[in-house]
């Protein structure tokens, strides 16, 4: 059973913009924090953003002020918009539902390049 579904990704020239979608079943989507996380080749997985079922928002510090975390209740969808993007943003960009122990999407892979 699908839980958590990312799209958006895709190549980018640097300075641009990308928005993720991560579409969530309801009864994650309204109960737990929906984070995304991403992982460049030769690196760990590291956080990027979170966002609660509240709406409160954390996000990792290399990120704040380039990437925005929101959801769209209705649609059951949690988005992050990356602007202002890098070649280090390159990764493939994961969902993930209940922390690193919990529920993960496929992934969705994002490139960075001129």
């Known amino acids: 059973q699908v839980q958590l579904v990312e799209s958006g990704g895709g190549l980018v020239h640097p300075g641009g913009s990308l928005r993720l979608s991560c579409a969530a079943s309801?009864?994650?989507?309204?109960?737990?924090?929906i984070s995304w996380y991403r992982q460049a080749p030769g690196k760990q997985r590291e956080l990027v953003a979170g966002?609660?079922?509240?709406?409160?928002?954390n996000y990792a510090d290399s990120m704040k002020g380039r990437f925005t975390i929101s959801r769209d209740n209705a649609k059951n969808t949690v988005y992050l918009q990356m602007n202002s993007l890098k070649p280090e943003d390159t990764a493939v960009y994961y969902c993930?539902?209940?922390?690193?122990?919990?529920?993960w999407g496929q992934g969705t892979q994002v490139t960075v390049s001129s």
């Open positions: 993930n539902a209940r922390g690193p122990a919990g529920t």
């Open positions: 309801r009864s994650i989507f309204s109960l737990f924090r």
């Open positions: 966002i609660t079922p509240g709406g409160n928002t």
